[in-house]
């Protein structure tokens, strides 16, 4: 029985610009290290196949330092090790896979069309393509068949499936089951996709490895595979990002937003990048998110905190006082909110006018 990983879109050298420069640097620093702890697993767990499927460096002029550091990791792999360049580190001229000397145990596939490597100690084929451009329009399974011959035939390409347009390596689902293969690699998705088969042929996407925003939550990791008797092929998701994005919604109703958000916080997350959201009902002053900040903050690696409360409606309740507190209230109150951003801003003047006619200050 083979022992195989499949992972993806390790971007690194990412700017991770939404951070502060300090942590932008230290994430980065860990995205460089990557490489080192996938090494360690790789030999602990007896990986015999390593199937890499693109955008491993997040630009094709990533720095030398960088692409040296991968090489000297994936050298250290007690495994074969196979590489589809994708959209982002597309191979070219002054590209990290051309300047630089990958190990004996790493094959990288620079060619934009597919190419085969047997490895007859397992039986096994490996087909793979590479981005030789920032786009692909045609796809590289396009009138491929795997031959008949009792191997068994594993490809790995950086693409997507039926998208809307054909740039980042189209593939078609007829093309995949029509394709001969036992098990198709993918990158370019970042959000893990459960195992697909088309026809006979196993497919996935292990999603990127690490988390670099808002917009990819959660666990990050790769597939763990195994290729036994006659091709059958199983899969693992396995955990493996350092850090995790994630965003979490406390409804602050009837106490206070620290107390509420404390409450609602999982022990783990010193490690990790949150945006709390703060919902629910709050006074005239609103919810101090500077000071919930500054207090939560030693908390998360790093902390974004939304405030999306709204007024309770008792305070509306007083635009009848004959007053000019109620006559402003009166005034905003006539502005009908046709969306819960257009809420936000009227509850928001509300807060800053009434803030002012009590000389009070918001910060």
């Not at 994430?27 to 460089?32: A, F, I, K, L, N």
């Not at 460096?57 to 030398?64: E, G, K, L, Q």
């Not at 990290?96 to 007859?120: K, T």
């Not at 692909?136 to 035939?153: C, I, K, N, T």
Request: glycine share 10%.
């Amino acid at each position: 029985m083979l022992k195989f990983i499949h992972g993806a879109d390790f971007h690194m050298d990412s700017a991770f610009g939404a951070l502060t420069a300090r942590q932008a640097a230290g994430r980065r620093r860990e995205s460089r290290e990557l490489g080192f702890r996938l090494a360690n697993y790789v030999n602990q767990n007896g990986i015999d196949l390593v199937l890499l499927a693109g955008d491993l460096f997040d630009s094709a002029s990533a720095f030398r330092e960088t692409g040296e550091q991968l090489a000297e990791a994936l050298g250290q792999m007690e495994a074969k090790v196979f590489i589809a360049p994708g959209n982002h580190d597309w191979a070219g001229p002054g590209s990290p896979w051309m300047r630089i000397g990958w190990p004996e145990n790493v094959y990288v596939f620079r060619e934009g069309c597919l190419a085969a490597v047997d490895l007859p100690e397992w039986n096994l084929t490996v087909h793979g393509a590479a981005f030789t451009a920032p786009e692909q329009a045609e796809s590289f399974l396009a009138g491929f068949r795997a031959p008949e011959d009792g191997r068994v035939h594993i490809g790995v390409l950086h693409g997507e499936i039926d998208p809307p347009e054909a740039r980042y390596g189209p593939i078609e689902k007829e093309e995949i089951a029509a394709s001969g293969l036992h098990y198709l690699a993918l990158g370019h998705i970042h959000k893990r996709t459960e195992p697909l088969w088309f026809g006979k042929t196993l497919c996935a996407w292990p999603g990127c490895i690490e988390g670099r925003g808002f917009d990819e939550l959660g666990e990050k990791g790769l597939y763990q595979g195994t290729i036994g008797e006659n091709g059958r092929i199983s899969l693992e998701f396995v955990p493996f990002a350092q850090r995790r994005y994630e965003i979490l919604e406390v409804d602050v109703t009837g106490c206070s937003p620290r107390s509420a958000v404390e409450a609602a916080l999982p022990e783990d997350t010193a490690r990790h990048l949150y945006r709390v959201i703060l919902t629910g009902e709050t006074g005239e002053g609103g919810a101090d998110v500077r000071g919930l900040q500054e207090a939560l903050a030693d908390r998360f690696y790093a902390l974004e905190i939304r405030d999306r409360t709204h007024m309770k409606e008792d305070i509306w309740a007083r635009a009848e006082e004959d007053s000019l507190r109620g006559l402003f209230l009166r005034e905003l109150r006539q502005r009908q909110a046709q969306s819960e951003a257009e809420r936000e801003i009227i509850d928001q003047a509300a807060r800053f006018g009434l803030a002012a006619l009590d000389h009070r200050d918001l910060g």
